[in-house]
């Protein structure tokens, strides 16, 4: 077992922060300084060719980015300015090393040489401070170097602990079989609380699937999340009780956004559907009362939990939606179809949620959770800019269509994933699914995704059979 802290946490959950503090602008600071050295050329050739030169490098590699995480629906949010200079800044330092290496001196190609590696960094953290990836570098170098998670056992370690009264639970990897969708996944999670422990037998625990973002490993919600404070602390008030969490893998590689969706990108649905709860169940002794299984998924996992429960109705019935968008998306509707569905509209229409919901009719015992962002004040009046909207609109290819929550281009500035929310809770409310919006203002971070499972935590394990020590009011 690794060191554990006070908190019970291995050490990746503490030290320095990467999203604010003295590191991220230590390491800025480093990359500006060596690029002014690298440009420190003082020949009228160098100053009138090759900086303007490096500019336009530069200022090329930024659009080129800018187009390309528009075009593939990388982002709900805008990118923050931030995130343009660093890349810019990226782009000037890798023109100044290969030009330094031809008419700089020695000092200078070396600073040129080391200002690329500290820029490529620098972009890296300015991208985790925009969506909370690795809140520490302790967590990120935990996370690179695959340390084990917090209380990780194995499965052959899970005998000798029953009937031990554990204080907090276990997290075990598995590798589970892919007989039922040959979807080639990485190693899974299986988080079995105190209550798992308990007698001669594991209880038939209610189970909770937990689905993470576009880019994604199945331990984000765990080393991003930094969930496992809370189920702790949950679960000691609560007499060791809690669901089983299995942390699910939906991509099958960190740049595999397959939305849940059964396709080119793999059979992921297939894998959630078919694989996951007959392993959980035969392995764990899981309860398979669909009643007893929810899920809860954030940004794309949270448009995965909306369609697997209107899908799937008999293997779950109950879901919590986390800032995802109104279907399956990468892109526009267009782009969609042909990443996710070889071009088949008809595939597509069997995973678009509202289409699901319309063509299935009465849902009586679904229930839905959506724990949405609203943008802070500035984005909202962006968000209300003719300009923007028809350029927006434009971007999504079809300036008629009033379309919510496609990826982030919606004609709204996207923490706008509550218009997605709000017209999927509504089409569910017509088929008789009991669900709700809740909206907070803030950004679409792992933070976010961190505060809503917290919050909604309590109200899933009532919901899904187990007592509470202190009910909900």
Known sequence: MPKQTQAGYPGFHHGVSLLHGWLPQVITFAAVFLLIVAFARFTRRWWVLWVPLCIVFALGV????????????????????????????????????VLGIRTGSWWQRIAAILAVPLALLNVGVVLNQWVGYYPTANAAWAALTAEPLPHQTDLDSLAALRNTNPDVGRIVPVDIPESGSHFNHRT???????????????????????????????????????????????????????????????????????????????DAADHLTKDVPSYVESTFGASADPAKWGIVGWSMGGTCAVDLATMHPELFGTFVDIAGDIAPTAGTKEQTVKRLFGGSEQAWADFDPITVMQKHGNYPDTVGLFDDLTPPAR???MANDPKIKARMQQMMGNPNDETAGM???????????????????????????????????????????????????????????????????
């Open 62 to 97: 930024v659009w080129a980015s800018w187009e390309y995480t528009n075009n593939e629906g990388l982002a709900s949010d805008p990118a923050p300015a931030l995130l343009w200079v660093a890349v810019g800044l990226a782009g000037a330092v890798l023109a100044a090393a």
């Open 188 to 266: 899974e999670y299986v988080y079995l609380p105190p209550a798992w422990f308990q007698g001669d037998q594991p209880p038939a625990l209610p189970t909770i699937m937990m689905i993470g973002g576009e880019f994604n490993t199945p331990a984000d919600w765990v080393n991003s999340g930094q969930i496992m404070n809370s189920v702790d602390s949950f679960a000691k008030s609560n007499n060791g009780q809690t669901p089983i969490l299995v942390f699910v893998d939906s991509g099958g590689a960190f740049n595999n956004d397959t939305e849940c969706v059964n396709g080119p990108r793999g």
């Open 379 to 381: 984005q909202r009046e």
């Open 407 to 473: 990826g982030g281009h919606d004609g709204v500035y996207d923490t706008g994933e509550v218009g997605a929310a709000e017209a999927l809770c509504a089409e569910g409310q017509k088929v008789n699914i009991n669900c709700t919006v809740h909206t907070t203002e803030g950004g679409h971070t792992w933070q976010f995704a961190a505060a809503a499972f917290t919050s909604s935590f309590p109200w899933m394990t009532e919901r899904l059979g187990l007592p509470l020590v202190q009910p909900l009011s």
